[in-house]
């Protein structure tokens, strides 16, 4: 996904995979890019205002790494399924219910999901302009705004 943050102070969530009933997940916090409560990254790679290409895969054996302009961020370990789809439902930039003040105002240019995980060697070359990649056919799905957003 590329995306950017009015505000990138604090914590701000990019991606829900629980329907809003779990803080846990990948956010923003402060420029960095983070996995509550379990990993930060070293730098803060985001900036307020700028748009940043975000990719988050997982593979088979529970691998999550995140990745911003195709540089790895960190790479965790998903014994506990936290980045797996709870209830069919994928919230992005929408924080749970249980505290306030992590979303952000900002601008959501390109959201793309596949149906398997990405090489590290894919992530990097991913062009989602169209230009020369070698990322494998990704699978769009249709959504409501209200069903993907609200």
Known sequence: MRFRFDDITGF???VDFKDRASDTGPYV???NAN???IMTGVNPIYA???LALSLFTRD???TFSAYVGGVLQYTLSDVGNLATVAVNTVRFFQDDTAVGG???AGLVNYIATWNRALTA???RLFDPTGGNTIVPERRRSRCSPRACCA
């Open 29 to 31: 916090l402060s420029g």
């Open 35 to 37: 996995f509550y409560n």
């Open 60 to 62: 088979a054996s529970g």
């Open 48 to 50: 307020q205002n700028q």
């Open 12 to 14: 701000r969530r990019i």
């Open 102 to 104: 992590e979303a952000s």
């Open 121 to 123: 060697e894919q992530v």
